[in-house]
């Protein structure tokens, strides 16, 4: 069994050096590489905008409620047009203060689809600003000794450059592959084989693996020098192409060529790149994101790059290496299937 | 070496089987002719032999043990070689049979011995997708052969090549039959049938019409067939007709007496002149 993998990956490999796969995979990093050093923007503005309706007249530290410098805050004259404010802009938040001045009730006014985390920050934020935490018993805790510089904007879509080429490479690769291998007939050959179908799979699985670590070193390397734990990221990048590889063997099994697909093949990248929304706008973050399988590996590949975010999740990984465990043997079945119905 | 009972197949949106209680059996170190027009069952009984087909209804016995599930030492066994010319063009024709090769859990032939079998070893180390169709089909029929399987599968190998390498194949495959390889030959070629198999089945439309060798065939039927070509209303046609049959005979007085006769030959029928008196259809 091992033997007839390997020969499979081996196979892959030929074809995919000879169909010029490496050069591209090499060449998209390389592009890549220029677009985050050169192109792309270090810091940009990503001000949360912050509206205040109030009936009092109460002396607050408005500065307070600004959370580092990424909110402005503005004033409104009444409820309708802070609701229409907020409506307008689906990144910001309200504040609401009625009552009195010595017993002041404060609404938050939230879109819904903030981070849990993010709506603590808000809260103890107001819970400041009316003096209800003060300095005696509000601490800031930096879990490390060191205060991090921020991250950089070019280097925070890395991340996402990972999941979209490294990670799903398999999508449109294995689509190609497949559909070449439908044309030229040659699955039917191996059929009549002692060589078992989830080998051939296996193979191109193993392939698209290689490619992607050959895309993230290539990429990773000059960006990120050897500060990384690339045996971590090597894990990340594996499991992921190994999901996305089997979801995308699925799709390919129901069709013969790259127009039948289309629309398959858009939808499916478009599910699996959703989470870049969440991770590029923390107040969206709607649980329906969090199902979503890239989700864990774009969050982890953070992790692993930026260690200010925290470690790598290994009940992620390991969702991820079922999911892509059930998805490859439910390739299997259907490409056994699909030989005996053509 | 293979007996197949009552085989049956339909392919899902069809109403008519495909292969229709079909039986026969296929000696060690015989060279088996499975012959019909396109669209007959050939294919589709190979591809149940081959295992790329379920096996819907009916039996399959190799060695008179009945295979219930085709696996690793069957597939070991056997070798196919298709019509269509499966094969990975970005690889070479070496790294496709080396390929296949390491598939098979027993040694195998050299690729290269084999592709010097089939005249194919001055493009050994071009790519297969550069090939022509010729040499395509004499790779396929080469990586058939790569694990010395006991029972070969041919579908049309031999049709579409030109004479020379016609012969060359021909020449392999009797090689093959000395050396007591069982042979399950597919095609619409009766004349490569005809040169080639100890015994032939004619099928039409899924079922087997008749089992017998070349040679019977042609005594069964040849010497008392007539040909006649005759004008009827400005038209040439023509009608291979039995002297025995009663309603054949009838047919030569009616036509001598009615249509202006061109010519008239007897002769030794062929098996494509007996496919049709057979079933009444053409091979196309």
Known sequence: ???????????????????????????????????????????????????????????IDYEDIRIEEFENVFFVNDLDELHSKLDKNRESFGIY???????????LFIQGNEDEAL?????????????????????????????????????YMVPILLLTEAVMMGIIFVFTMIFTEKNEGTIYAYSVTPGKIFEYLLGKVLYLIFLGLIFTSVFCVPLFGFRVNYLELFLVIALGSFFSTSVSLIFASFYDNISQSLFSMLALNLILIAPMFSYLIPSFNPPIMRIIPTYGILFNLRNILFSDYGNLIYSDLLVILLEGIVFFLISSVLYNRMIKKK | MIEVKNLFFKYNKSHEYAVDGISFDINEGEIFGFLGPNGAGKSTTQKILTGILPVQDGEIYLRKERI???????????????????????????????????????????????????????????????????????????????????????????????????????????????QNTTIFLTTHNMTVADELCDRVAFINSGKIVLIDSPRNLKLRYGRKLVKIEYENDGCLNKEILSLVDDKDKQRIVEITKT??????????????????????????
């Open chain 2, 68 to 178: 219930e599930k085709f696996n690793n030492d069957y597939f070991n066994a056997i070798g196919v070689s298709f019509e269509q010319p499966n094969i990975y063009g970005k690889l070479t024709g070496k790294e496709n049979l080396d390929f296949f090769a390491s598939m098979y859990d027993y040694p195998v032939q050299s690729s290269s011995n084999l592709l010097k079998m089939v005249d194919l070893d001055n493009a050994a180390n071009k790519k297969a997708g550069e090939y022509s169709k010729g040499m395509q089909q004499r790779l396929v029929f080469a990586r058939s052969l790569i694990n010395r399987p006991k029972i070969l599968f041919l579908d049309e190998s031999v049709s579409g090549l030109d004479p020379s390498n016609a012969v060359l194949i021909k020449e392999i495959i009797k090689e093959l039959r000395k």
């Open chain 2, 259 to 284: 249509k202006l006769i061109e010519t008239i030959h007897s002769q030794e029928a062929t098996l494509e002149d007996i496919f049709i008196k057979v079933t009444g259809r053409e091979l196309g």
């Open chain 1, 97 to 107: 203060i009625s009552g009195t001045e010595s017993n002041p009730k404060v609404e």
């Open chain 1, 119 to 155: 709506k603590e920050v808000y809260k103890i934020s107001i819970l400041n600003s009316f003096g209800v935490l003060s300095e005696n018993n509000f601490n800031k805790v930096y879990l490390n000794n060191k205060i991090s510089s921020p991250i950089k904007m070019n280097n």
């Open chain 1, 1 to 59: 069994m091992i033997k007839r993998i390997f020969f499979n990956f081996l196979k892959e490999v030929k074809i995919g050096w000879r169909g010029n796969y490496f050069l591209l995979t090499v060449g998209i990093a390389v592009f890549y590489i220029v677009f985050i050093q050169f192109l792309l923007p270090g810091f940009i503005n990503q001000n949360t905008n912050v509206y205040i309706f109030t009936e009092i007249d109460f002396e």
